[in-house]
């Protein structure tokens, strides 16, 4: 049974790897790890990406996104539209070199009290300042996109954007997972790998993005990490009418900054230990033994392993950008070998080819891929640029 989340279908391509590496071994079964998602991090606690890079129209403000509770099919837009009011989604930020969080950017939701209207958002930056926003309204019973609703604080210039989307995550599960089952019945199929589909073409997700200046987030250096995190209070109050009367303080349910590190490499009964850990715990070697393990599982070599060590624990699972890199894209038909590349592993940008990128590095630097190489539907060219949520009838049939 394949994962709703996007981060965690990482693990269907890592296990292809361990197929191609070891098939010809008869005598060893190909086993994948389990797919389900820690008991802490379900619904709208449960992050599907997290994005970080320079906006390509404008390097002097950087992008940072969060997409949650995806696999929305469009009929459902409108009951599943709305954001949850006990949740702070926060964006960590690393700016000094290290691995412990400097600075945080908190976005909570009013209530939602009607399906025709947006609810409320607060957005808490540092330093101590704060604005507010609306969210994009999802309509299921529109006959064309809903045009975004982006908010710009007049004092920070930071732009704001929350609503449903189209997923940007691409990648062919089915493909994969027929591979995979080729390989341990004995005879490996490798014409499952070219239907190269995208499993989340015509799917929907959460977004909340927003476009801050540098200026607010850089530290003494130039590289800014950011750390995607989802927090509940400990203890809720309600009364009778379902209103919050009391909250106890905040506790983390789940993170993401690189993708198919907590998903391939944190075996199934340290996820929530994992998810509720802080990036310091990653550099103080928590999980090291973990990560190395199953990485050697995967036939990845010391030196690959190093560098995604350096990605992902010696200074906490982190998407790092450098700023010093003028980005002028959002990685569409890029990928890591392309010249001048400045995607992932450097921050994520929306297009880029993820799950290639990390199948180089997994496959010590050999190319291996999805044939998956873009997304569904075209990005948008202006902020927040994912493209707008599909509408009943307009997705694709896989």
Not at 215 to 239: E, F, M, Y
Not at 370 to 388: C, S
């Amino acid at each position: 049974m394949f994962r709703t989340k996007s981060k965690q279908l990482f693990l269907v391509a890592l296990t292809l790897l361990l197929a191609v590496t070891s098939f010809m071994v008869p005598s060893q079964r190909i086993n994948a790890a389990d797919h389900n998602e820690a008991t802490l991090a379900e619904g709208p606690v449960d992050i599907g990406d997290t994005y970080a890079f320079l906006d390509p129209n404008d390097n002097s403000k950087m992008v940072l996104a969060l997409s949650i509770e995806g696999f929305i099919v469009p009929s459902e837009l409108g009951n599943r539209g709305f954001f949850a009011e006990d949740v702070t989604y926060r964006f960590e930020v690393e700016n000094t070199g290290d691995a412990k969080a400097d600075l945080n950017i908190d976005v909570t939701f009013s209530k939602q009290t009607s399906r025709s209207e947006p609810q409320t958002a607060t957005i808490k930056l540092p330093g101590g300042k704060s604005f507010t926003a609306k969210t994009t309204v999802a309509n299921e019973r529109a006959t064309g996109p809903v045009p975004f609703t982006v908010t710009t604080d007049p004092t920070t210039k930071v732009d704001f954007f929350a609503g449903m989307c189209d997923d940007p995550f691409y990648f062919d599960i089915i493909g994969f997972n027929r591979f995979a089952a080729s390989v341990r019945a004995g005879s490996p199929d490798a014409n499952a790998l070219k239907r190269g589909r995208d499993s989340f073409a015509g799917y929907n997700i959460h977004m909340i993005a927003l476009d801050v200046p540098v200026s607010l987030l850089k530290g003494a250096g130039n590289v800014i990490g950011v750390n995607g995190v989802t927090l509940v209070p400990k203890k809720i109050v309600r009364d009778s009418t379902g209103q919050v009367k009391a909250k106890g303080g905040l506790i983390q349910v789940d993170r993401m900054a690189t993708p198919a590190i907590n998903t391939v490499t944190i075996p199934y009964s340290r996820k929530n230990e994992y998810n509720l850990a802080a990036t310091t715990d990653d550099a103080a070697g928590k999980f090291a033994n973990d990560i190395i393990a199953s990485l050697k599982a995967l036939g990845t070599n010391d030196a690959n392993i190093n560098i995604l060590a350096g990605v992902a624990v010696l200074k906490g699972d982190i998407l790092r950008v450098d700023i010093t890199k003028k980005n002028t894209s959002l990685g569409e038909g890029e990928n890591v070998t392309t010249p001048n590349y400045t995607g992932f592993p450097n921050g994520r940008r929306f297009g880029d080819d993820s799950v290639d990128t990390v199948l180089f590095f997994v496959a010590n630097q050999n190319k291996l891929t999805d044939n998956v190489n873009k997304n569904d539907v075209p990005l948008q060219k202006t902020f927040p640029f994912v493209a707008p949520a599909h509408q009943d009838g307009s997705q694709t049939q896989n």
